[in-house]
């Protein structure tokens, strides 16, 4: 519906007047947030530079890969080895805190609203800050799972042991064969439950987090409901996207707030209801002016 739309780009001057848009979170009866990866970005989860430099460089020399996310999907020449790369990228990625507290800061806005969280980010960022599990829904799966790669059933498994296991034990790029994780039930390869195509399990978890995320928007379809849109790109706009703005375009009391650096939009249909600031979500979420 909204793929032909005119947008607008409407930064007004919310930027250098934060007490504008902090007061739209303090009068709302509940706040949705959408998470894309530029919140996770702002928060200092970067695939690329230093980061990446610092935790791959036996891999940067010898394949010439310029970001962690792209090596991701290099066909290497054996389990041991690919095993020793994502075990690494698991690790940092989904065991370890985010270098900035921008998802404290977050937090720390909307924990004592009625808030639900809707995120297409797998690194787990939202729990690791404090927000209640029960109000978060992983759309797109988890770095801390992995699930049968045929599948032959619908079931996902935590990875925190071995991969930790994998990283302290792996040597010249590769992990012992003994801890190539195998489905419990078949046998087959593990894979990560990410959503990267039509083998990507849904388990009793997901459902569970969808049926109260529709709970969440049954509950509030009218009054002054806030849509907190973070860094959500363009690649799957029909996940927070496009229903943030069908949402706010149905109830005249809601409002759509939306921080991207650079892709802060919203149709013309909603610009009276909307907010848009260009800018990095955690200089933004602070408060600091341009």
């Known amino acids: 519906m909204y793929s032909k739309m005119t947008t607008m780009k409407s930064t007004g001057n919310y930027w250098n ?4 848009w902090q007061e739209k979170i303090k009068n709302a009866d509940a706040v949705l947030i959408g998470a894309g990866a530029g919140l996770s970005a702002s928060a200092g989860f970067t695939y690329s530079g230093k980061r990446f430099e610092d935790n791959f ?6 394949y010439g890969f310029k970001d962690m996310y792209s090596a ?8 041991e080895e690919h095993w020793a790369y994502w075990s690494r990228y698991i690790c940092i ?13 977050l937090l720390h806005l909307v924990k004592d609203k009625d808030y639900f969280v809707l995120t297409t980010n797998v690194d787990h960022c939202f729990q690791k800050a404090g927000f209640e599990k029960q109000r978060l829904f992983y759309t797109q799966g988890d770095y801390g799972l ?26 010249n790029m590769r992990i ?17 439950n990410l959503r990267a195509d039509n083998t990507f399990v849904e388990d009793d978890g997901w459902y569970a987090a ?15 409901v806030l849509y907190l849109e973070l860094g959500v790109g363009s690649n799957t706009p029909g996940i927070i996207k496009y229903p943030f703005w069908q949402m706010t375009a149905k109830n005249p009391k809601a409002v759509y707030l ?11 249909e909603i610009e009276r209801q909307s907010i848009c600031i260009n800018g990095d979500i955690g200089t933004v979420l602070k408060g600091d002016a341009c």
């Open 17 to 20: 007047n934060p007490e504008k």
């Open 57 to 62: 460089p036996d891999f940067i020399k010898k």
């Open 72 to 79: 991701g999907f290099y066909p290497y020449p054996t389990p």
């Open 93 to 105: 990625n989904r065991y370890q805190n985010a270098p900035k507290p921008v998802y404290d800061k």
């Open 176 to 192: 012992p064969s003994e801890l190539i994780p195998l489905c419990p039930r078949c046998g087959a390869p593990m894979s990560m």
């Open 258 to 268: 939306c921080v991207n650096n650079g892709e802060a939009i919203c149709p013309k």
């Open 146 to 171: 992995w699930q049968c790669s045929k599948p032959c059933h619908n079931k996902t498994y935590d990875n925190e042991i071995i991969v930790k296991k994998m990283v302290k034990m792996q040597q």
């Open 210 to 224: 969808a049926k109260r995320y529709q709970d969440f928007l049954r509950c509030h379809k009218e009054g002054n």
